[in-house]
């Protein structure tokens, strides 16, 4: 059996990425394979340029998708079942800088059918000193409020130029629906293209949001997240059991039969953890999940900094961030092993010596905007910022005749490697801004050298800031200090400048984490400044608010 829900139709609108002085790529979906298919663009569409066809690996339905007519679970898939899905690019060349260039895409069928899209536009790489406005945005997730949060965007901004997107696209990255189709309305590519349906109910009131028309006419650069990454892969569990049980890959050569230094790397993947279908789905400079690339005169370094989500949960039944379930003490290929990393950031490190190769090359010591983008904050009155972003210590606890009592995992907070690591080497080089995700809540704060701090994910919903007296869940007699409230590494939020919100009390907050007010930031290089914005969905015919702003340092 395979899945196919929608019918004969493009799977998605076009969009935009990697724009060069005179190029830019174009990529669209279908769920057929075609006999051809190609952009038509410039003047009365004369001109054609076809696409390169490749068929994305690892696309499933399962038994929890909202796809097609399954509304409820199991109703048509019982198991992981592939879903067939091609995706185009087309490289559209000979552009000049600023000015856009009308286009729509065609994908014929194996019968000759044509399908085509609306008709938008696109531009190659701005030159350095065209003023932009880029959308800071991350944590989509398919979450409530995030059609109602791009909506008031475009509303709000209507001439945007790029986005970058820290993280977080969507939650089970295999499950195709979440990108294309699910049928609560609010999937990743169509609340970025205006092709949402999303009803949100609040305080009595249903109102429909449908996202806004984005990437199809300007660039998207996303970061990758930890909702990015499959786990072990299976034909029989569940999509979300796949997720949620990655191992790190030293464990899995040593759970591979037989000669483990010979183990094929698809076969690691599968037993370990895979990005495939989010390299599969983007276009990422040498198909890395970090990257560096220049945008008007913005140097944006992209980072892959993120681990496995953990529950911060004590009790015996918990594969969590500081214990093993008590049923699997005796069973290692059950472990969890904690909030382990996917990629390293250490010293020494691939990534870690590509960064210090990037920040002293010409072209992000030139740029006017240093900007640095990934998922895991280094500053945040969130949840997710504890324990410590290193390498769990696994410690086995025995009994005098040997049986396992508790196995738990230590995270030294001096051994945080973007703390320890990462951020010197960003003040060294003078980056003005670290843009990050994966708390849903907005705040900010700023280094003693200038380097700003920001976190702008609360999109569509939150898991809560934790000041004064509401705290994080630590443990709190375990060797490490898990800091319950604040930021663990040191920096103070700032209050929002303009309007910030008010506690019960009266007093400002320095925070927004909430569940009815939706958030996004807007980087303005004509002027050097970010600006953040609030929508509350309670009230669907209120204003959008301004409420913080503040000036990039100037680099030259």
Not at 46 to 74: I, P, W
Not at 333 to 340: A, D, L, P, R, V
Not at 425 to 452: C, D, I, T
Request: hydrophobic fraction near 35%; include cysteine.
């Amino acid at each position: 059996m395979e899945a196919q829900t929608s019918q004969l139709q493009l799977l998605s609108d076009p969009f935009l990425q990697l724009p060069t002085p005179t190029s830019i790529l174009v990529i669209w979906f279908t769920e057929f394979a075609g006999s051809q298919h190609f952009v038509s663009y410039g003047k009365d569409f004369k001109q054609r340029v076809f696409a390169t066809t490749t068929q994305l690996t690892r696309t499933r339905e399962d038994q929890n998708s909202k796809v097609g007519e399954q509304r409820e679970k199991g109703t048509i898939y019982q198991k992981p079942t592939p879903r067939k899905i091609w995706r185009h690019q087309a490289e559209v060349t000979g552009l000049i800088s600023g000015v856009k260039v009308p286009y729509f895409v065609t994908s014929v069928t194996e019968n000759h059918q044509k399908i085509e899209s609306h008709q938008f536009t696109l531009s190659p790489q701005p030159k350095a000193e065209t003023p932009l406005k880029i959308l800071l945005t991350s944590d989509h997730q398919l979450m409530p409020m995030t059609a109602a949060n791009l909506q008031k965007v475009a509303e709000t901004i209507p001439e945007l130029d790029g986005i970058f997107f820290a993280g977080d696209l969507v939650n089970i990255p295999d499950r195709a629906s979440e990108w294309f189709d699910d049928i609560r309305g609010n999937a990743f590519f169509p609340c970025l293209q205006g092709k949402a349906n999303y009803q949100l109910e609040k305080a009595g009131v249903k109102t429909f949001y449908h996202g806004a028309s984005l990437i199809q006419n300007i660039p998207l650069f996303p970061a990758i997240g930890n909702h990015e990454i499959m786990g072990i892969f299976s034909d029989e569990l569940s999509l979300n059991e796949q997720f949620n049980h990655p191992y790190p890959r030293f464990i899995g050569k040593r759970l591979a039969p037989l000669f483990p230094d010979q183990i094929e790397e698809l076969e690691l993947k599968n037993k370990t953890f895979n990005s495939d279908t989010y390299q599969e789905i983007f276009s990422l400079p040498n198909n890395k999940n970090y990257y560096s690339l220049s945008f008007g005169n913005i140097r944006l370094i992209v980072l892959y900094i993120t681990n496995i989500w953990r529950t911060p949960s004590l009790e015996a039944n918990a594969r969590g961030r500081y214990r093993e379930k008590q049923e699997d003490f005796n069973h290692p290929e059950n472990w969890g092993y904690g909030q382990h990393i996917f990629e390293s950031i250490q010293p020494g490190s691939e990534q870690y010596k590509w960064l210090q190769q990037e920040l002293n090359s010409p072209e992000f010591r030139q740029a006017k905007y240093k900007i640095v983008m990934f998922h895991h904050p280094p500053h945040t009155l969130g949840d997710n910022i504890v324990p410590a972003y290193t390498d769990p210590q696994q410690i086995i606890e025995k009994d005098n005749q040997g049986n396992v009592k508790m196995i738990r995992y230590e995270y030294p907070l001096e051994q945080d490697y973007i703390i320890r690591d990462v951020i010197p080497l960003l003040e060294k080089a003078e980056v003005q801004l670290v843009y990050y995700g994966h708390s849903h809540l907005w705040n900010r704060f700023m280094s003693p050298s200038g380097m700003h701090f920001l976190e702008s994910s609360n999109v569509g919903n939150s898991y809560g800031a934790f000041l004064g007296d509401k705290k994080r869940a630590v443990p709190w007699e375990f060797r490490e200090k898990y800091p319950a409230i604040g930021d663990p590494n040191g920096l103070e939020p700032i209050l929002p400048s303009l309007n910030p919100l008010l506690a019960e009390d009266g007093k400002p907050l320095p925070y927004i984490a909430s569940n009815n007010i939706t958030v996004f930031s807007i980087l303005d290089t004509e002027t050097g400044t970010v600006k953040s914005y609030y929508f509350d969905t309670q009230k669907p015919q209120s204003e959008v608010i301004k409420f913080d702003e503040f000036k990039l340092k100037n680099s030259h």
